[in-house]
């Protein structure tokens, strides 16, 4: 079983844990604190600092380092180390733009294609999400808000729309959980992804896609709103 410390992140200490696991693990700590905002966008990451915070060596830190580069969650600059991704306005509107449609068609599909134990799996998913809510847990809160979703792209059955799904939200994955942040949202999205869930297991795909599809857009007018303030994104673009 997986130790966790006080706040719930996992312990990554343990020596038992293979050079893999332990990663794994510095992967994921590193993902929670970019996710957090405690390693800000354009930030540097101070390898040796995290290392020691951490409890490991530069070996495991720079391996999860390029696995975060491939998330698109961090840059890697030759000769100057690594920095927290940090993307325009105008990328983040194109990428939440086509992954509203990837979902809205995902949707689609996945009316003809998912069983009930998946429906069923999704509810389980809501469920959790909603104890999560009460206890304003934003972190785990999330991951099952985009658990949800990877459950109803995964269900289409097609491989190149799960794995274009995972690039695409993977470089949008931390402003996601930032259009999260304010209570209101949690209470839009709970409502929204029962509508979707109910829409699903009624098999009533031309209702389901566009309802899908026009939760995902939202996320880029609750982003456009939080980081015009904070001068994160840059170039406008229109919110349509």
């Known amino acids: 079983m997986t130790a966790q410390d006080a706040d719930g992140a996992m312990d990554i200490t343990q020596p038992e844990a293979a050079d ?30 995290l290392s020691d915070r951490l409890g490991v060596s530069r070996t495991p830190m720079r391996e999860a380092l390029k696995l975060l580069a491939g998330e698109n969650l961090v840059d890697l600059h030759p000769h100057r180390g690594a920095t927290v991704a940090i993307l325009s306005r105008r990328e983040v509107f194109e990428v939440i733009q086509v992954l509203s449609a990837l979902e809205g068609y995902a ?14 799996e999704l509810w ?27 459950g109803i792209v995964r269900a289409t059955r097609n491989e190149v729309l799960v794995e274009h799904h995972r690039v695409l939200n ?34 009533d795909a031309s209702r389901a896609a566009p309802v899908l599809r026009a939760h995902v857009f939202s996320v880029w007018t609750r982003l456009s709103d939080i980081l015009a303030e904070d001068g994160t994104l840059t170039e406008q673009v229109p919110v349509t």
């Open 107 to 120: 949707a689609e599909l996945a009316c003809e294609s998912m069983t009930d134990a998946e429906i069923g």
């Open 170 to 203: 993977a470089r949008v994955y931390r402003l996601r959980f930032v259009a999260h942040q304010a209570t209101q949202n949690w209470d839009t999205a709970v409502r929204e992804h029962e509508e979707i869930i109910r829409l699903l297991e009624a098999r």
């Open 20 to 49: 893999g696991a332990k990663v794994a693990r510095v992967q994921k700590h590193l993902r929670e604190l970019i996710l957090k905002g405690e390693l800000a966008p354009g930030h540097p990451i101070r390898e040796r600092q």
């Open 124 to 150: 389980a998913l809501h469920y959790e999400m909603l104890a999560y809510r009460a206890r304003k847990d934003r972190l785990n809160y999330f991951e099952n808000n985009q658990a949800i979703h990877r």
